[in-house]
Nanobody, 127 residues
Framework: QLQVAESGGDSVQIGGSLRLSCAVSGYSTSTKCIGWFRQAPGKEREGIAAIHTGTGSTYYVDSVKERFTVSQPSNRNTVYLQMTSLRPEDTAMYYC????????????????????WGQGTQVTVSS
């Protein structure tokens, strides 16, 4: 059983930056695939980035490549999503998800591979 909690959402101006945090807790000694998803009003939840805690491999959807970076500090129970050059279309509720896994299947961007989800943190980008 894992618990997942996101934080760091805020309102920012176009072109601004924001760092989201994902804290994963609970008893598990296995490596994990940790994914970031977002859902805008009226739209499907989409996978945007993922990282495997064992290999450090990262995965991104094209719309955030070169702008967003997913990383893990030495504390492997935390994962960051650094977002730069933010656009109005990045406005959404952002979710973190975790699953014990030896690799991130399908690049970790499919919501069906994750069992554990956080409650979400809101990011709003405006002028």
């Amino acid at each position: 059983q894992l618990q997942v909690a996101e934080s760091g959402g805020d309102s920012v101006q176009i072109g601004g930056s924001l760092r989201l945090s994902c804290a994963v807790s609970g008893y598990s000694t296995s490596t994990k695939c940790i994914g970031w998803f977002r859902q805008a009003p009226g739209k499907e939840r989409e996978g945007i980035a993922a990282i495997h805690t064992g290999t450090g491999s990262t995965y991104y959807v094209d719309s955030v490549k070169e702008r967003f970076t997913v990383s893990q500090p030495s504390n492997r129970n935390t994962v960051y999503l650094q977002m730069t050059s933010l656009r109005p279309e990045d406005t959404a509720m952002y979710y973190c998800a975790a699953e014990s896994a030896t690799s991130c299947r399908n690049g970790g961007l499919m919501k069906t591979i994750y069992k554990y989800w956080g409650q979400g943190t809101q990011v709003t980008v405006s002028s």
